[in-house]
Nanobody
Framework: VQLQACGGGLVQAGGSLKVSCAAS????????VAWFRQAPGKEREFVAV????????LYADSVKGRFTISRDNAKNTVYLQMNSLKPEDTAVYYC????????????????WGHGTQVTVSS
C-alpha cells in the first residue's frame, strides 16, 4: 500500500483545513488509518485514528473536539478535517496504515505517507 497525504497549507489561527490521505496499490478498507504529526524539534505524535469500517475513532486530547477523522473506502481515502486551528497545530502531518489492530501507538504502523505541511499563523 502506498499512501499520499495532501491538502496542507498555510492558514490563520481559528481557521480550518482538510487534509487527505489517498491509498494506492490495493484497497485498505480493512486497515486502521491514523494521522500523526511532527513539529520541528519534537517527536512524532498521534493525532487521530479510524478503524477500517470507519465505525471507531480515537483522538489525541489536544485535538479532540476540533479535528474529525473520516474515510471513504470507495475512494480509498482518509480525511482529517481540522477546525479552530492553533499555532501549536503547526507540523508536518503524516498518514499511516497498519495491517492489524487499531491503536494510537506509533509502533505497528506498517505503511507511511510522505507527509503534508500544515502551518498555522497567529
Amino acid at each position: 500500500v502506498q499512501l499520499q497525504a495532501c491538502g496542507g497549507g498555510l492558514v490563520q489561527a481559528g481557521g480550518s483545513l482538510k487534509v487527505s490521505c489517498a491509498a494506492s496499490g490495493r484497497t485498505f478498507s480493512s486497515n486502521a488509518v491514523a494521522w500523526f504529526r511532527q513539529a520541528p524539534g519534537k517527536e512524532r505524535e498521534f493525532v487521530a485514528v479510524i478503524s477500517g469500517s470507519g465505525g471507531s475513532t480515537l483522538y489525541a486530547d489536544s485535538v479532540k473536539g476540533r479535528f474529525t477523522i473520516s474515510r471513504d473506502n470507495a475512494k480509498n481515502t482518509v480525511y482529517l478535517q481540522m477546525n479552530s486551528l492553533k499555532p501549536e497545530d503547526t507540523a508536518v502531518y503524516y498518514c499511516a496504515a497498519r495491517k492489524y489492530g487499531f491503536s494510537r501507538i506509533i509502533t505497528g504502523y506498517d505503511y507511511w505517507g510522505h507527509g503534508t505541511q500544515v502551518t498555522v499563523s497567529s
